[in-house]
């Protein structure tokens, strides 16, 4: 039960923690045997009331504060009702597969040690713990999907696809996808980029499809400012979504603020709000 939201709260929230106050927060966590950091933002509404988590994962070669700044979440949660949740890839990347991290870093256990470490000191809705990310975190938000099905409600994939070999989720996990038909740097159609082998979009949507046990081919929901929304039927609410911007470069597509508290959207789909929308509508099953 509970209210809406990303943040809704449930009733069956859990044991909370003591709850720091709201604001911006750096932390410094030792996981895998390093020194790992991430940064937290809090909605002035925590008090009181389990919250949404939304962890978000830069891109290779970028930092956390560079995917805060165009992710925009720090302003939607405090509308929407989340924390949401920026850890910081090792050099600048992400183990997520065949791309992009050298070191076979644990980052599926880091992400599950940040999420613990938020859930010490915050009130948490475990129903509604959700990742998200670009590019090479987008590639690492298809392994979360697969490795920590366990932990997170729904997963929003920005500009990368699933770049493991096999995916076995413990649970079916309701996946969006959002990507720029002329993207170069990780190709829509797939292809190789710099030594980099990448799957087409198409492929791993149908492998999403497939593991959620939904219809073989998707439904073309609506289309509108060059963005096309196609959605596979699935079973028990698992649902698969791809966004596809016509003409979209390897980038965020930016949300218009205006929707947030209910205003008039922005024509074009941006991905933040495709993906706070998906995550609202899916919280765990």
């Known amino acids: 039960g509970g209210s809406a939201g990303a943040g809704g709260g449930s009733t069956d929230g859990g044991a909370c923690g003591p709850g720091v106050p709201v604001g911006n927060h750096m932390r410094t966590i030792m996981s895998g045997g ?122 929003g994939a920005g500009s990368g696809p699933l770049m493991l070999a096999s995916c076995s989720p413990a649970r079916r996990v309701p996946l969006v996808h959002y990507h720029g038909t002329s993207d170069t740097t990780v190709p829509y159609n797939g292809g190789s980029v710099v030594l980099v082998n990448f799957p087409s979009v198409a492929n791993t949507m149908a492998g999403w499809a497939m593991r959620n046990g939904c219809a073989a081919s998707p439904t073309r929901r609506w289309e509108d400012a060059g963005v096309q929304a196609d959605a596979w039927a699935c079973d028990g609410g698992a649902d698969v979504v791809l966004y596809t911007l016509q003409g979209g470069e390897h980038f965020w597509t930016p949300s218009g603020v205006a929707w947030i508290d209910g205003g008039t959207p922005n024509a074009r789909l941006g991905t933040s709000r495709a993906f706070v929308e998906f995550f609202e509508g899916h919280p765990k099953r």
Do not use: K
């Open 34 to 155: 390093a020194a790992r950091r991430f940064s937290v933002h809090v909605p002035p509404n925590a008090a009181g009331q389990p919250l949404g988590l939304v962890v978000g994962m830069h891109g290779l070669f970028e930092s956390a504060a560079d995917f805060r700044a165009y992710a925009n979440y720090d302003d939607i949660g405090d509308v929407r009702g989340f924390i949401a949740v920026y850890p910081e890839g090792l050099n600048s990347s992400w183990n997520a597969g065949s791309c992009c991290s050298t070191g076979g870093t644990n980052d599926v256990g880091f992400i599950r040690d940040v999420v613990a470490a938020v859930q010490r000191e915050w009130c948490i809705d475990p129903l509604r713990i959700h990742a998200s990310g670009f590019s090479n975190g987008g590639m690492m938000t298809h392994r979360l999907a697969c490795e920590a099905a366990d932990l997170f409600a729904s997963v």
